[in-house]
């Protein structure tokens, strides 16, 4: 099993608002990341989780708030976001502890609207 | 940080044609993966490839880690491989990937 699955498929919030995106995985891997792909770009790295804990931080604004509750799930909380906000948010995962491939796996997105 | 550079960004191909997509990269890697990008935003896994060859379909790439390039090749092309792909380095000593800006692939029937 290769799949990860992401809650929202589409999120439409205002600027007030707070909601969450979610990730998750069974395959046993023990990094996590969010990336973000704006229209007609490439994915950009915001978060690296590695055995549940922050790794990597890109400079994310703090209206982005990662979590990770366990080896499985990964959250992203948002609050205040803004209308440049909205994108296609990506989660990823990767490593098993028995093997030395980094390969990453995505998720189908969950596309954020921010009005 | 490493740079990711994809050509062609733009290539429009007949159905059965055949095409080389390459990506060079500024530095030594721990990973290098091929994507393909649907309409719907999925990233799909094409090849884990920081180096050697391999096959899969009419799919096949190559790594020359030395020489900091990779090359997808796609054989008699299918309407359905339309689509944006993707290629992702992982510098050595770390997990993140970086992507390339792409390429557009258009397949016309």
């Known amino acids: 099993d290769t799949e990860v699955t992401q809650t929202p498929k589409h999120l439409v919030m205002g600027m007030t608002n707070k909601k969450s995106l979610k990730c998750e995985q069974h395959m046993g891997h023990r990094a996590m990341y969010w990336y973000k792909q704006k229209a007609k770009k490439p994915p950009e790295l915001m978060f690296v989780y590695s055995y549940e804990k922050l790794s990597i931080n890109e400079s994310v604004p703090s209206r982005f708030s990662p979590e990770c509750p366990n080896s499985s799930l990964l959250n992203l909380h948002l609050h205040a976001l803004q209308p440049e906000d909205s994108a296609l948010y990506l989660c990823?995962?990767?490593?098993?502890?028995?093997?030395?491939?980094?390969?990453?796996?995505f998720g189908p997105g969950t596309r954020l609207t921010v009005t | 940080g490493i740079q990711v550079e994809q050509s062609p960004p733009d290539l429009i191909l007949q159905e059965g044609a055949n095409s080389t997509l390459r990506c060079n990269f500024s530095d030594s890697v721990n990973n290098l993966q091929w994507f393909h990008q649907n309409p719907w935003g999925q990233l799909i896994n094409l090849f884990y490839i920081p180096s050697g060859t391999k096959q899969n379909g009419r799919l096949s790439a190559t790594t020359v880690a030395t020489e900091r390039y990779s090359l997808l090749y796609i054989s008699s092309s299918q309407t359905t491989d339309s689509g944006v792909y993707f290629c992702a380095v992982g510098p050595d000593s770390a997990r993140q990937l970086t992507f390339g800006s792409g390429t557009q692939l258009t397949v016309l029937p």
């Open positions: 990823a995962s990767s490593s098993r502890l028995e093997e030395i491939s980094y390969e990453q796996y």
